[in-house]
């Protein structure tokens, strides 16, 4: 994983997911935090987007199935907003 | 005793029709009837909301109006008219910035600050006005369901 992107984002998902020492792996997902529900989920992506600066689209977030495969798709998203 | 009887019209509007900037305003006046009732519904009688001696030791001139009460007035504004009926509040937080009295006049506002298609939310501010003084400042967060 993007570790830069990870040290960045930690944060968000502590606060938001009220787990001030979740660590986040590839293979986190929801299932693993209890307080991972859709609420929160919406307020995650939410709090991603204002802090990265991204706009994402519906359709992008349904196929992504843990912290690893999110965390690809916005290391994705930066590198292609800022042209590397 | 005045009893206010608020009648929004019913906006039904989609995520794709709101923009940012916009806004919706009603006004209501703060009545004894209405305070009575939000006391009851409450289960709070807590003196600086009924007791002018105590509630002056408390630093305001007269008994106050329950900060919930006021904060209440968001809901059929926000589930009625912006956003409106196709969405729910997930999360809303405000801060009383003056006290309110039985009997003032306020503003409620609404606008809309930021719209997040990628999980069809809205994040709204909230104002509250007793003439061109804010009384009460909030933000809330609302979720399309369809």
């Not at chain 2, 916009?22 to 009688?45: C, H, V």
Request: with cysteine; charged share 25%.
């Amino acid at each position: 994983m993007d570790q830069e992107l990870v040290r960045r984002i930690t944060p968000i998902f502590r606060q938001v997911l009220d787990t001030p020492d979740l660590v986040l792996t590839r293979e986190l997902d929801a299932t693993l935090v209890p307080n991972w529900d859709s609420l929160n989920h919406i307020s995650l992506i939410i709090a991603l987007e204002e802090e990265l600066g991204l706009e994402f689209d519906t359709e992008e977030l349904v196929g992504l199935a843990n912290v690893g495969e999110m965390v690809d798709f916005i290391s994705k998203k930066l590198k292609v907003r800022n042209g590397k | 005793m005045e009893n206010n009887l608020i009648r929004h019209e019913l906006r039904d509007l989609t995520l794709e029709s709101l923009h940012e900037g916009m806004s919706a305003k009603f006004d209501i006046t703060i009545t004894e009837k209405d305070f009575q009732y939000f006391s009851e519904f409450a289960y709070d009688t807590a003196p600086v909301h009924n007791n002018s001696k105590i509630a002056s030791e408390m630093g305001y001139p007269k008994p106050i109006v329950y900060g919930f009460m006021v904060f209440s007035r968001f809901s059929g504004l926000l589930g009625m008219v912006l956003p409106g009926p196709r969405t729910v509040i997930h999360t809303a937080h405000y801060a009383m910035k003056k006290p309110v009295f039985i009997g003032d006049k306020l503003t409620y506002s609404v606008e809309v600050k930021k719209i997040v298609k990628s999980v069809k939310a809205v994040i709204l501010d909230l104002k509250v006005f007793r003439d061109n003084e804010m009384v009460l400042k909030g933000e809330t967060q609302c979720g399309f369901n369809r």
